[in-house]
C-alpha cells in the first residue's frame, strides 16, 4: 500500500496551496481531487449542462435546495469570479449571542496581513482600473452615486480581460490566474501527485508505526479510502488535510465518524453562506447610459464593491454580469408591485421582457455579517445533505438587506426583481462556511486556529468550511492565506 507525508484532499483555494508549501518542504505529498483536469485554457464557452458540470458541482438537497462548488483540478478558483478581498477589521471582531468571538484569539487583520500578501503575488491581484471596470459596473456605480452611497473598483486576478462574459465555464483565454497557473504548478515542480477523479469516502486512523505512516512523536496516521475513476484505493498517510469545500469536507468527516471516535457535535453544525443574496435590479426607461449597455456582457465580477454599509450594518454589495434571459424572467410576476406584469405568460408579459432585456436589467448581490441557520448532513448514502435550523436571526438580516437594496432602488427609480423567494433566502449559495468552524476549544468548533482538528492530530481541516462565521467579502483570498498558514504551521511541527 502506498504511504505519504500528506495526503491532500481537493485540489482549490485550500488544497492546493497546502500541497504546493508542504512539498516546497521536501514532504512526499498526494493530492486527491474528485473533478476532471483539465489544462489551463482548455475549457468550452457554453452554457450546456453537460459542459458547466464539468467544472460546477450542483449538490441539491433533500429539500430541493442547490448548492455550487468547484468541481474540476483547481477547485473554486476555475468558475469564481475573481474577487479577492482582504477581510475588513470588524469581520474578526464578530461575537455570538453569548458575547464569544468567532475567531480565535490569535486571529486578526494584522495577523493575516503576511499571509494575504503570499497570495496576492501568487496569484497577481490587484485593484482594477477604472477603464477595466465592465458597464455593467457602471451601471451599478451610477445607482449607487443617486442613492448617495459610494464603491470601490475590486482587487481581481484579472489581466487584460476580453469581457466574454464565460467566466464561470473557466476562462479559455487564460485572462485569470487560477490555482492551474500558480500553486498547482509549483506543487508539481516539487513533486507533489495530483490525482484526479477521485472521490473519498472515509479516513481512519491507522496505529502509529503501521504502514509507516506513524507522525511526530509517534502519533496515529491515517488511512484514506477512496476510488479513482470507480476502482477502490487505500493510501496511507502521517498527515490528511481535507479540503473538500464547504459541503463535502464535512460530508467526509461525519462519514467518518465511526472511525473518528474524537470529533465533537460541531461537525456539519454551523453553516453559513456568508449573508449572500442576490438581486436584479430593472433601470428606468430613461436611465443614462442603456443604449450601449447589455447585462449578459462583461466579466461575472462587474469589478466593483461597496462598503457603504459596511460599518453600520455589515453589509457589502457587488454588481455582477452574464445574467441569462431565463434567470431575469422566471420571477417577473408580481401581484402587488404595479411595475412588474401580473402574470409571467402572455402578450403583456412579452412586451415587458423585451423592453427590459437586456438593456435595463442589472444584477447585483450582497455579503454580510450574517448568522447561519443550517446544518450538513450525510443522507442514509452517505452523501452531502443539509437541515435547517433557527434561522430567526437569519430573517432579521434579510429585514436590514432588504430596506437598505429598497432605498437605493426609490432614490435612483429602480424596480427591484425578487430572484429567490424569501422562504429559500439564504439556502441556495456558492458561499459554503462555516461546517467544520475553526475555535479557541473543542467545546465551539471542529478544529483549532491551525485548521487541525481537536482529537485527531495531523487531522486537518482548510477550506471554506473553516472560517468561523461570515466574512462579507469573497472567503477566497481569506481560504489560501488561512492555507498558507496551515501549511507553515504544519512544517514547523516536523
Known sequence: MDSFDAVVIGSGYGGSVVAARLGEAGLRVRMLERGLRHAPGG???SDDLKVVSQVVDVVVTSGNIAYR????????????????????????????????????????RAALDPYYAKVEAMLHIRQLGWHEISKAGGMFGKVLK???ASAERARLNYRDCLHCGFCAQGCIYQKKVTMLHSYI????????????????????????GTGGTGGPGGTAGYRVSYSERGE???????????AGGGIHSAALLLRSRPYLTALGPHVGEHFNNNGEHPFIGILPPDFAGIAGYDCFKGMDNAGLMSFHWYDSDGITLHPGGGIEPSAFAANLASATNPALPPQTWGLPYK???????PHRVIAFSALGLAPGHTAITINTDGNADAAPRDRVAYDAYLDRLEAIVQGIA?????????????EYAGTTSTHLLSACRMADTAADGVIDADCQTFGHENLYVCDASALPYAIAVNPALTIAAL????????????
Open 410 to 422: 426609490d432614490a435612483a427609480g429602480v424596480t427591484i426583481v425578487p430572484t429567490v423567494s424569501r
Open 146 to 148: 443617486m442613492a448617495g
Open 185 to 208: 504548478p509549483l506543487a508539481e515542480a516539487h513533486g507533489v501527485e495530483i490525482v484526479a477523479e477521485a472521490n473519498v469516502h472515509h479516513l481512519e486512523p491507522t496505529p502509529a
Open 483 to 494: 492555507a498558507e498558514r496551515t501549511a507553515e504551521r504544519i512544517i514547523e511541527r516536523g
Open 351 to 357: 412586451r415587458f421582457v423585451a423592453s427590459a432585456y
Open 43 to 45: 475549457f468550452q464557452q
Open 69 to 108: 462548488t468547484g468541481k474540476i483540478v483547481g477547485g473554486a478558483s476555475i468558475p469564481m469570479d475573481g474577487a479577492h478581498f482582504r477581510i475588513p477589521s470588524k469581520s474578526f471582531a464578530a461575537t455570538d449571542g453569548n458575547g464569544r468571538r468567532y475567531w480565535p484569539e490569535v486571529f486578526s
Open 232 to 242: 477502490s484505493r487505500q493510501i496511507d498517510a502521517t498527515r490528511v488535510i481535507v
